[in-house]
């Protein structure tokens, strides 16, 4: 029926391993500091992660330097090893689309603006023409298969029945996706006269069509790219204006909650927003962090007055919407900020950067803005969120220096494999403008952000897998007594992360997600260890199907991510079954010329259990053979 949509690949068969990962390219990074190392060729108003290597971004319609098929590029392909890339034709309109990825491994890009010319006005034409061929993109679908070898390139796909300009996008469990609101023609805000507040389900299913969300029609003017996450109940959290529902997507009915406190957080007050990590410990359970914003009402959302000058917001507050449907507040940010992205890092804490003291996102020929910005005063200093901190305490800057580019509206950022961060984009400008005056410019500049961790020696563990199943058996990884640090405690509070790093937008990254799998050990008399990993929980709603990396952490440092497909590598019901318990915990005594360091014997905190026989390894079946001796004699 979609003849686009492709199965699983060969080399993310079900149970064939993925490769061990490596040492990062990069050497002697400067810890806790950004460093500009390319080009985007397209100002990176959007951006994801694609494959291992592939950072795809997506610009809006404007004069860009770089040429393809007669007409500026506003798309690229960008090359994370070699920090160069291609420009890429992605044919209509792309302004403030929308994005995420199927199940089957598939981006979708959907929406964005009609045809323009200079300086974004309306085109004479929407079916292109001078001068930038950009055919109106509000009904767009646009697909992409990411690569490796610059093969590919994106398609477009049967336009939608309905425009949207500024829609949101959430993978669902069966790793279709729902497409959330937007407008026709765009603006500042929304408006009554051009307000889509529907959403609909991709692939297109006719019998279901398009549904009205009463928290999208009560939360105008600013509910443009509503904040949107898979709860791992199945409900959506919708978030819009001062507005909050849970939305039950399966028979399509919403109930609203409580409304959100101290500042709007969507769009274009635009709040650091992120969904906390889904752990053992906490059962899974998600918990949404929202910070920064801005408290503007929703009559003062009109350019007669000073908005680039009005302090940000800096209350962070979350809420845990399959527990309890109040906000509850957290830690403030150390400074106010608008504009701020969440990005995860593997080990469990979040990156905070990018952003402005004061206004808000979007630009216009006002006699207020700052040329054409609605902010000011960029924040350029990074800050880390630990969830696990203690209140008072979350918000840490210690180590970490700022950057040197203002990374204003229309920028963006990514985790990367090796655990550094790409930031990108920042365009607060009606069309490409470099010039000496403008405050703000179009910028091309690419930067990556190298967390404390960057320079440590990585974990390199064997037998990762390349698919991760909801439930069954669970899976072995061995550490050596390097990747240990020669220390085989440490295998005690080692974890496997899986993270979805998103479609990052406007502050957002749709779809970013981070969960742990349980897993216990067995520590090894030389020092080396096994892993004993449990794959998903039997919910698809906890991580949807689709692309993810999956690290290994040890002692805090990330080994390097491998690229692995989740559930089936296909848009269906995704098949579900228990979990097959886990091997209790336990470490062997050490050999006295073993690499760890000192002797020690017994368990852990996870094991009530001496050492198991789990798998079928050489030091298992060394164990087993041992035993058997001692009970023969």
Same mark, same amino acid.
């Given at each position: 029926m979609?003849?686009w949509i492709?199965?699983?690949t060969?080399a993310?068969a079900?149970?064939?391993s993925a490769?061990?990962?490596?040492q990062?390219?990069?050497?002697d990074a400067?810890?806790?500091h950004?460093?500009?190392v390319?080009?985007?060729i397209?100002?990176?108003?959007q951006?994801?992660?694609g494959?291992q290597d592939?950072?795809y971004?997506?610009d809006? &319609? ?15 392909e ?7 890339g291609r420009?890429m034709?992605?044919v209509?309109?792309s302004?403030?689309?929308?994005g995420?990825?199927l199940?089957n ?9 009609q045809?323009v010319?200079?300086?974004? $006005? ?5 079916t292109?023409?001078?001068?930038y061929? /950009?055919?109106d993109g ?5 697909? $992409?298969?990411? +690569? /490796?070898?610059e093969?590919c ?6 336009p ?7 829609? @949101?996008?959430?993978t669902?469990?069966d790793?279709?996706i729902i497409?959330i609101g937007g +407008?026709?023609y ?5 408006d009554?006269g051009?307000?889509?507040?529907t959403?609909?389900?991709f692939?297109?299913n006719?019998a279901?069509?398009?549904?009205t969300s009463p928290?999208?029609v009560n939360?105008?003017p600013?509910?443009?790219y !509503?904040?949107?996450w ?7 959290l919708?978030?819009?204006n001062?507005g %909050?529902?849970i939305?039950?997507h399966?028979?399509r009915t919403?109930?609203q ?6 500042a709007?957080? =969507?769009y274009?007050?635009?709040a650091g927003t992120?969904m906390?990590?889904? %752990?053992?410990?906490?059962?899974y359970?998600? &918990?949404?962090?929202?910070?920064g914003g801005?408290?503007i009402?929703?009559d003062?959302w ?6 680039a000058?009005?302090p940000?917001?800096?209350s962070c ?7 309890s %449907?109040?906000?509850v507040? /957290?830690d403030p940010?150390?400074?106010v900020r608008s ?7 593997p080990?469990?804490?979040l990156l905070?950067?990018?952003?402005a003291? %004061?206004?808000?996102a979007g630009y ?12 000011d ?15 008072g305490?979350?918000w ?6 700022? @950057?040197?580019?203002p990374r204003?509206?229309?920028s963006s950022a990514t985790l990367?494999?090796?655990? @550094?961060?790409m =930031?990108?984009?920042s365009?607060?400008n009606?069309?490409y403008?470099?010039?000496?005056d403008?405050?703000?410019k179009?910028?091309?500049r690419?930067e990556?952000?190298?967390p404390l961790y960057y320079?440590e020696?990585r ?6 897998p ?6 069954g058996?669970?899976f072995n990884v061995?550490l050596?007594?390097q990747?240990?640090g020669g220390n085989?405690?440490?295998?005690e509070?080692?974890?496997?992360? =899986? ?19 349980e897993s216990?050990?067995?520590?090894n008399s030389?020092?080396s260890?096994?892993?004993?990993v449990?794959? #998903?929980? !039997?919910?698809?709603a906890?991580?949807?199907p689709g692309?993810?990396l999956?690290?290994?952490v040890v002692n805090?440092?990330?080994s390097?991510?491998?690229?692995i497909m ?5 848009i269906?019901t995704q098949p ?5 318990a886990?091997p209790?915990?336990?470490i062997?005594?050490?050999n006295s010329?073993?690499s760890?360091?000192?002797s020690q014997t017994t368990?852990s905190?996870?094991? @009530? ?5 789990v798998?079928?390894?050489?030091? &298992?079946?060394?164990?087993?053979f041992m035993v #058997?001796?001692?009970l023969m004699?």
């Amino acid at each position: 029926m979609y003849a686009w949509i492709s199965v699983v690949t060969a080399a993310l068969a079900h149970g064939v391993s993925a490769s061990t990962p490596g040492q990062p390219l990069v050497s002697d990074a400067p810890l806790g500091h950004f460093q500009i190392v390319g080009d985007s060729i397209a100002s990176a108003q959007q951006m994801f992660l694609g494959t291992q290597d592939k950072v795809y971004i997506v610009d809006k &319609t404007e004069r860009n330097p770089t040429q393809i098929n007669g007409h500026p590029a506003w798309a690229a392909e960008y090359s994370v090893s070699e920090n160069h890339g291609r420009p890429m034709d992605v044919v209509t309109n792309s302004f403030c689309a929308g994005g995420s990825v199927l199940g089957n491994g598939t981006w979708v890009n959907v929406g964005g603006n009609q045809a323009v010319t200079y300086g974004g $006005l309306a085109a004479d034409s929407q079916t292109g023409g001078l001068p930038y061929d /950009d055919p109106d993109g509000g009904h767009s679908v646009r697909l $992409l298969n990411p +690569c /490796d070898d610059e093969a590919c390139d994106w398609v477009m796909d049967t336009p939608m029945t309905t425009r949207r300009w500024y829609p @949101s996008l959430e993978t669902l469990e069966d790793g279709s996706i729902i497409i959330i609101g937007g +407008c026709d023609y765009g603006g500042f805000v929304n408006d009554a006269g051009q307000t889509n507040p529907t959403y609909e389900f991709f692939p297109y299913n006719p019998a279901v069509g398009l549904t009205t969300s009463p928290l999208l029609v009560n939360t105008l003017p600013a509910n443009l790219y !509503p904040l949107t996450w898979l709860l791992p109940s199945g409900n959506l959290l919708m978030q819009s204006n001062w507005g %909050t529902a849970i939305l039950n997507h399966r028979t399509r009915t919403e109930t609203q909650i409580s409304a959100m406190p101290h500042a709007v957080r =969507v769009y274009p007050a635009s709040a650091g927003t992120a969904m906390l990590p889904l %752990t053992p410990a906490n059962n899974y359970t998600a &918990t949404i962090l929202f910070c920064g914003g801005s408290n503007i009402q929703s009559d003062q959302w009109v350019t007669t007055w000073d908005i680039a000058q009005y302090p940000a917001s800096d209350s962070c507050v979350t809420i845990t919407p399959d527990v309890s %449907t109040n906000y509850v507040e /957290d830690d403030p940010l150390p400074e106010v900020r608008s504009m701020g992205n969440l990005i995860y890092l593997p080990n469990g804490k979040l990156l905070c950067l990018n952003g402005a003291g %004061t206004g808000v996102a979007g630009y216009g020929n006002v006699t207020w803005a700052i040329d054409q910005s609605f902010a000011d005063h960029p924040v350029l200093n990074p800050i880390i969120y630990d969830p696990s901190a203690r209140a008072g305490q979350k918000w840490s800057r210690e180590g970490l220096s700022e @950057s040197t580019i203002p990374r204003m509206y229309h920028s963006s950022a990514t985790l990367l494999p090796d655990g @550094s961060v790409m =930031v990108a984009g920042s365009n607060p400008n009606a069309d490409y403008n470099v010039a000496a005056d403008v405050p703000y410019k179009t910028e091309y500049r690419v930067e990556k952000f190298y967390p404390l961790y960057y320079n440590e020696r990585r974990p390199e563990p064997q037998g990762l897998p390349s698919q991760l199943s909801y439930g069954g058996p669970y899976f072995n990884v061995s550490l050596s007594a390097q990747d240990l640090g020669g220390n085989v405690s440490a295998v005690e509070s080692t974890t496997v992360i =899986v993270i979805r790093t998103g479609f990052s937008t406007h502050t957002m990254n749709m779809g970013q997600r981070y969960v742990q799998l349980e897993s216990t050990y067995t520590g090894n008399s030389d020092g080396s260890a096994t892993l004993h990993v449990s794959q #998903l929980p !039997p919910n698809a709603a906890v991580l949807a199907p689709g692309p993810a990396l999956l690290f290994v952490v040890v002692n805090g440092v990330p080994s390097v991510g491998v690229q692995i497909m989740v559930g089936s590598g296909r848009i269906e019901t995704q098949p579900t079954r228990a979990n097959v318990a886990l091997p209790s915990s336990a470490i062997a005594k050490q050999n006295s010329t073993s690499s760890a360091s000192g002797s020690q014997t017994t368990g852990s905190s996870k094991s @009530s259990s001496a050492v198991q026989t789990v798998g079928f390894g050489v030091n &298992t079946f060394g164990l087993l053979f041992m035993v #058997l001796v001692a009970l023969m004699f």
